[in-house]
């Protein structure tokens, strides 16, 4: 009897520690519960695609992201996630428009994702640096070509001028069309 009392007791103890794995890729359209513990997980290596460092010019402007993958963890679940950081430069000036490149984790200014679209497209939640006056939104980022050397990338601007803003709204700096990226 004490056998069976402890093969139970190791076979519940074994169920209760297993984590509910959710791939990233179902994530969106995941209809069961997700369970304390549980982990939003790459299990197929889709975020890798977009890890690196993307550029491209557009209307004078040359644009640098710089996208990481992370594993973070917030209201007990683990998440697969992606960092994007981002440096914007006038080419005839050298002026830089916007850098995010040296900001830590924790930054707002760190575009941070959200979740991998049915489409195909990684969406991540931005805060510009005057969120405040209309610098916020979801930037969507989408692989182009079968050698993943491609991508789309524009900003959906939310719209949204919180009551602490004095001025106008803000003008954007990440691109609100389309524009194709080369991965470095």
């Not at 975020?47 to 550029?55: E, K």
Request: include cysteine; proline fraction near 2%; aromatic fraction near 10%.
């Amino acid at each position: 009897m004490k056998k069976i009392v402890l093969l139970l007791s190791i076979l519940f103890a074994t169920l209760g520690c297993k984590a509910q794995i959710i791939p990233v890729e179902q994530y969106i359209t995941y209809s069961g519960e997700i369970l304390d513990g549980a982990y939003v997980k790459d299990v197929n290596g889709l975020l890798n695609d977009y890890v690196g460092t993307w550029v491209t010019t557009q209307n004078g402007d040359r644009y640098e992201f710089q996208i990481v993958k992370v594993i973070k963890s917030f209201l007990n679940t683990t998440w697969d996630m992606l960092y994007m950081r981002y440096k914007i430069v006038n080419i005839s000036t050298g002026k830089v428009i916007a850098d995010t490149t040296d900001k830590t984790d924790d930054s707002h200014l760190v575009v941070k994702g959200s979740y991998l679209a049915a489409s195909g497209s990684y969406v991540f939640d931005y805060m510009g640096l005057n969120n405040e006056c209309g610098q916020n939104g979801q930037v969507f980022m989408g692989i182009l070509n079968t050698n993943r050397s491609q991508a789309k990338l524009f900003l959906s601007v939310t719209g949204s001028v919180y009551p602490s803003c004095t001025s106008v709204v803000a003008t954007q700096v990440l691109p609100t069309e389309m524009i194709t990226l080369t991965k470095q």
